[in-house]
């Protein structure tokens, strides 16, 4: 590699304490994870960044199909008026769907919405698969790309489109329906903190934040490096109003006509960009080694052609060894110094770096350096390839427990309205509310945090006083800005 390329390969990433912006935008650059398109607000998802992709859906479509979830595929395009027949839903999305006018060179008797959200394209189809209670459960998910006309994009985070999956279920009772609302929310939970390594605070919407057209919305929050909340997944609980706007109905038992009860759920690539912001740090991208395209890089490293060719000898031996305990491995046999290799591995957060020369292989060791401390050690082979699989469940457990206890210093309760001012910038507010959507309003107006969900579980929290109008209150809430 040319002078040039190893300083085009060195570029620094912006701290974050002097940009947190900019330093986002430059992981995602660096680690060659996306980039932006020619059309405004939509990405490319370049190879790395869609393979922690492939990974998410790879876990989540396993847990899915657990729950006898089954893959389906549905049209792009929905008929304007279908989006029409249930008022909340399309007064939600109207700001932000694409409509197709003109097609063939002529213009459509009825214009087409680019999927923003499946519903009703969806339901229209289940009024006809379902005729009977035996039909019950309809469980169904497709992975797939949504557009929202978003303003304001940013990489991941908010795209005009994305991709997606989006669950939707079909249930003879209320209580069936809401309890499946609540298992795929233990889902996103296990996954956002078992594989993402990214503690999430799982709880309900409020009535004004819930999904438009849900009786309920129930959602994971998990706090990102600069104290903002990302709302990685929701689970919503929709009652029976798209039912009763499709026709999705059924014949119990007794064959009396029934509505069904409906759930519908989902993730998005929003979530690279919370695995980004959950765990980095300056030195670029720190992925947990159960999402990280490449566990472990080994770099070979020779000053002769000689050496060279004995250092990737024996990198294919531990690459092979590792690669049937099913950890992914890449061997970085690249023409070019270590310096730029090493530099470009940490930056694109490779858990677990090994580096093999001459000498070690004299001593029968390596060297391996853990990405998220930059801890170094010398490693014997004998019983390396135990040594470094302990060494991945290490870090996967540490960056977790690093992430919870941020968020648990950035978790402050405030018990009045200045206070909650004073101190909102860079953390969760726990504090109490009314309910009334008014006081919700006001304090988004005055200083654009938002509730963030309403905890299953917050300890030692009973009534108190309404954070902004002072009344009497059972609810207390996370308030906090937000992505």
């Not at 009334?436 to 945090?449: F, L, N």
């Amino acid at each position: 590699m040319s002078e040039k390329l190893d300083k085009a390969a060195q570029k620094a990433i912006t701290p974050r304490a002097k940009d947190y912006s900019e330093w986002y935008q430059d992981i995602v650059e660096q680690a060659e994870m996306a980039e932006h398109s020619p059309v405004r607000g939509c990405m490319v998802i370049k190879p790395y960044g869609y393979a922690i992709w492939e990974l998410m859906q790879k876990d989540l479509d396993a847990r899915f199909k657990a729950k006898d979830v089954q893959n389906a595929y549905f049209p792009l395009f929905i008929p304007e008026s279908f989006l029409k027949r249930e008022a909340k839903h399309v007064e939600g999305f109207a700001p932000e769907v694409a409509v197709v006018t003109h097609a063939g060179g002529e213009k459509l008797d009825e214009p087409l919405v680019v999927r923003p959200t499946s519903e009703t394209i969806m339901y229209d189809v289940f009024s006809r698969w379902i005729q009977s209670y035996r039909d019950l459960p309809l469980l169904i998910n497709q992975w797939a790309n949504i557009v929202r006309w978003e303003m304001r994009t940013r990489l991941f985070l908010r795209t005009t489109e994305f991709l997606w999956q989006e669950g939707h279920t079909v249930h003879a009772t209320e209580d069936e329906a809401d309890d499946f609302a609540k298992q795929m929310l233990e889902v996103y939970r296990s996954f956002a903190e078992d594989i993402m390594a990214m503690p999430v605070i799982v709880g309900t919407k409020s009535d004004s934040e819930r999904f438009a057209g849900a009786v309920r919305t129930y959602c994971i929050e998990a706090m990102m490096g600069d104290g903002k909340a990302l709302q990685a997944g929701t689970s919503h609980m929709l009652g029976q109003n798209f039912a009763k706007a499709f026709g999705v109905k059924f014949l119990d038992a007794d064959s009396q006509e029934k509505f069904g009860w409906q759930t519908s759920w989902g993730v998005s690539t929003r979530l690279i960009g919370g695995l980004i912001m959950a765990h980095s740090d300056d030195k670029g991208l720190v992925l947990p080694p159960k999402l990280a395209p490449h566990q472990v890089v080994i770099i070979p490293i020779g000053a002769t052609p000689e050496e060279v060719e004995a250092s990737q000898a024996k990198a294919q031996e531990i690459a092979d060894q590792l690669r049937a305990e099913g950890i992914r491995v890449k061997i970085d046999k690249r023409d070019m110094r270590p310096g730029p290799k090493f530099f470009e591995w940490e930056k694109k957060g490779v858990p677990v770096r090994v580096e093999i020369g001459p000498k070690d292989i004299v001593k029968g060791s390596v060297v391996a350096v853990r990405r998220d401390t930059s801890e170094k050690q010398t490693l014997t082979e004998e019983g390396l390839i135990d040594v470094i699989k302990d060494l991945l469940d290490q870090i996967q457990s540490s960056l977790y427990a690093k992430a919870l206890a941020f968020r648990q210093e950035r978790t402050i309760t405030v018990k009045d309205y200045e206070d909650f001012k004073n101190k909102l910038e860079g953390n969760f507010v726990l504090a109490h509310w009314c309910g009334s959507a008014e006081c919700e309003a006001k304090v988004k107006e005055e200083t654009k945090a938002t509730i963030r969900c309403i905890p299953f579980e917050m300890p030692n929290e009973g009534s108190g006083k309404c954070l902004y109008c002072g009344k009497d209150a059972d609810t207390a809430v996370i308030f906090a800005k937000s992505y």
